[in-house]
């Protein structure tokens, strides 16, 4: 809170402000709903000032406060014409657009049922399909959508987590190799890949940070980093 009120402070003061004069009868409640249209804003400016809220604003004085930006609110969706809407697509295997739509749809209603199970056929289906285009990645963020125990999504996760493993461990001994070659950046670039695949991965982050302290060396001693 002490930061956020800083931030207002200095960051925002001769910048985006306004002004406003106290007169008798002022609290910081009735500022509040003046200046910002809401009464609870009155903390927020007393907590600006410094001063109790349950002071009295001094008549006379000259306020500089910041403008709040409002947030323009997420529209209102039509749940029923949501879910008419994904059946359909669902219909025709659009999987990825299904499973958009009823995330938002579960955003607006938590416990909407049919959203929830929407959803969980849209997710499950896609990340069938992008498995089996081996965007193993994709599958599995797909599958993580899935509520848990649904179908086979386990199963999956298990599969797609020993592929990644063993496409990592393919770019970790690619790496080994560009470091046995002295070809530092392109080992820490093959290990990076590594850890995106398999964030698990035991070695790959140790030997990211020796390549970096071997390249600060060599840069230290005036040689050339090898790449």
């Given at each position: ?11 925002l003061h001769g910048e985006r402000f306004l ?114 285009a081996q965007r193993y990645r994709e599958a ?15 199963a999956f996760l298990a599969v797609i987590r ?66």
């Open positions: 809170h002490r930061q956020a009120l800083a931030f207002l402070k200095e960051r002004s406003h004069q106290v007169v008798a009868g002022d609290t910081f409640a009735t500022l509040g709903q003046k200046i910002y249209g809401d009464p609870q804003m009155g903390l927020l400016i007393a907590a600006l000032l410094g001063v109790d809220p349950a002071a009295k604003p001094a008549p006379g004085s000259m306020l500089m406060l910041p403008r709040v930006v409002e947030v323009p609110k997420a529209p209102v969706l039509d749940i029923d014409q949501e879910l008419a809407a994904a059946r359909k697509l669902l219909a025709e295997e659009e999987f990825a657009a299904t499973a958009a739509l009823m995330d938002k749809v579960l955003q607006q209603e938590p416990a909407n049922s049919e959203a929830r199970s929407l959803a969980d056929q849209a997710h499950f289906e896609n990340g069938k399909r992008l498995h089996l599995r963020e797909a599958f993580k959508q899935v509520s848990p125990g649904y179908r086979d999504t386990d020993q592929q990644l493993e063993k496409e990592a461990e393919t770019h970790y001994r690619r790496g080994v190799n560009h470091f046995v070659n002295e070809d530092l950046a392109e080992a820490i670039a093959e290990w990076q890949q590594t850890l995106v695949l398999n964030p698990e991965h035991r070695k790959a982050a140790q030997d990211i940070e020796n390549a970096r302290e071997l390249l600060k060396k060599l840069e230290q001693v005036g040689q050339p980093p090898v790449d």
